[in-house]
């Protein structure tokens, strides 16, 4: 998150401004500022001791957007392009040849593993502070095929008011994703305001290595723990070792990060990004490809899940 | 660390106190205080912003004692006798019956192999909060074979004060330990004040599982992380994702931690805990089957890192 901004909005916060201006008057609005007062509240029967108010974010279409594709698989497709010089193969190859050319469709024909293995192949081959660095140029200049905004420009501007509301009273806020999380944490510090200490996202395969002299840390690409659907609740507790009080997502892989969360003793929250709005983002919920949310949809309100409901409710979708 | 120990010591720092009371003048304090001094004052060239003052400690051996045997192996031989009631046939197995007995040698003889899967089995079998509640309690009991004590009474005074003065300079401190994550977050907080989000460790397998609408954490008690050797920097760039400028160690098993450690840009610091107390603690290094120290002893001082002679640098072992 720019400084200037996070500094307005610590301001705007300190001085009894409203600490979500980006969200309008109505359910959601009033249910996580309800939540937050009581929480904070000295005294109050549902006080949470500032150690214990852990907040968890999913990522993809939660706090940025992850239409038509999870943006770091446009990453993954360029870093395969810049990798294609050392693999002439490729360009005879499927998935590769496809991936390349960004048509994702005839991709997937060559079937889910060999999709995967070649996702593995752009992510790996690097140390890890190689990577870092390209992830980082990548998403200095990026665009997104439909918006021409950089990825990075396609964070939820209520999101941000959120994160930076709940930090002011005393929240720890983390990620907990099924992206990559090296990839989150090139920039989770700067756009967020979220150290990569408090990034849990899918972890790759890391070797210690010294070569001439100098240690590394090499990537082969593969994964070694998959951060999605069950394995949040299991994330949270290898990371964090705490269950968090509150937790959002937006998709069915999050309905286990949300149960886990809601079922702990006390006072408890979980919302759900419900992409509502076709005009100024996307719409999609059941029957989506990416982002699917069906049983969240269900099951949410009957577990006093707080669904919020974009077009209604945010009156800005992205920093200006 | 007990609540009023810590005020004073930070009372006691902020009031220009001797920050490490228990650290004898000499080499040791002189260089932790010396570094310490240097990165964190502004305007100079050594200067470190407080986000990038990490520090990462080893445990056995490094925070407290591991002698006769790592602390945590009496508490697997303690829950295997506690769970010998519902597996009859350990008193007729080994390595079983041997570590029931405490008899560790014996049940060496079973091989490596066998005498993991025991110690697997003692950590497994239960959610993760009992398994909490049961480390918890062990801890509040158990007493060490030759002193007596509580096992969290044997915590290195020196290294507490230590833990203190960084944090009162801004530092995160950090353990990175090859011993269960999920052990030392059970006194982490109350004995060293680090929280269980600044815990490294070697990983269990945990499940999510939903059992008559209550969600759990189910331990199998097999690792899938081992944090230990060429897998600690590994650790600290999967928790962390940070390099550190500073690590304790006090074995070969911390070698590649310390290397990682000290092989960034800018200030760096490495210390080597080095028992050679045999009348107040133990004294071993280089022939030890447990914290063996041999390649850190040798090429620790050729690589500028600081070996702390325990028995003439510290003025007292443990918290009185
Ligand atoms: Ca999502
Ligand atoms: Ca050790």
Chains 1, 2 share one sequence.
């Not at 594709?69 to 990798?83: C, G, H, I, N, V």
């Not at 390349?100 to 469709?105: C, E, F, L, P, S």
């Not at 919920?285 to 269900?298: A, E, F, M, Q, V």
Request: aromatic share 10%.
């Amino acid at each position: 998150m720019k400084l200037l901004l996070m500094y307005t909005l610590l301001v705007g916060i300190l001085f009894g401004a409203d600490p979500l201006p980006s969200w309008n008057d109505g359910p959601s609005k009033k249910a996580i500022i309800d939540f937050v007062e009581k929480v904070t509240k000295d005294g109050s029967a549902d006080f949470v001791k500032a150690e214990n108010r852990v907040a968890v974010f999913d990522n993809d279409g939660t706090l940025w957007s992850e239409q038509p594709l999870y943006f770091q698989a446009f990453f993954a497709m360029d870093r395969l392009k810049a990798m294609a010089t050392d693999h002439p193969e490729w360009k005879e190859t499927e998935p590769y040849a496809s991936l390349m050319k960004g048509d994702v469709k005839a991709a997937a024909e060559a079937g889910k593993e060999k999709v995967l293995k070649a996702l593995m192949d752009s992510h790996g081959g690097t140390s890890q502070e190689e990577f870092d660095k390209l992830a980082r140029e990548w998403l200095k200049t990026a665009k997104h095929p439909k918006t021409g905004k950089l990825f990075t420009e396609m964070v939820f501007q209520p999101m941000l008011e959120l994160l930076e509301y709940l930090r002011a009273n005393g929240f720890k806020t983390y990620i907990v994703s099924g992206g990559g999380i090296e990839f989150i944490r090139a920039f989770a510090q700067e756009v967020y305001g979220i150290p990569p200490e408090q990034v849990v996202g899918t972890v790759g395969d890391l070797k210690y290595e010294v070569k001439d002299g100098k240690p590394m840390l090499v990537r082969s690409g593969k994964a070694v723990f998959i951060d999605d659907g069950p394995g949040k609740p299991v994330g949270i507790q290898r990371f964090i070792g705490k269950r968090p009080i509150m937790a959002f997502g937006n998709s069915d892989g999050d309905f286990q990060m949300l149960e886990w969360t809601t079922s702990g003793e006390g006072p408890r929250f979980a919302g759900i990004v419900h992409h509502t709005d076709e005009e100024r983002e996307w719409k999609y919920d059941r029957d989506s490809h990416i982002g699917k949310l069906d049983r969240g949809l269900t099951e949410g309100p009957q577990r006093k899940w707080t669904i919020i409901d974009m077009k209604t409710e945010w009156s800005r979708i992205y920093p200006e």
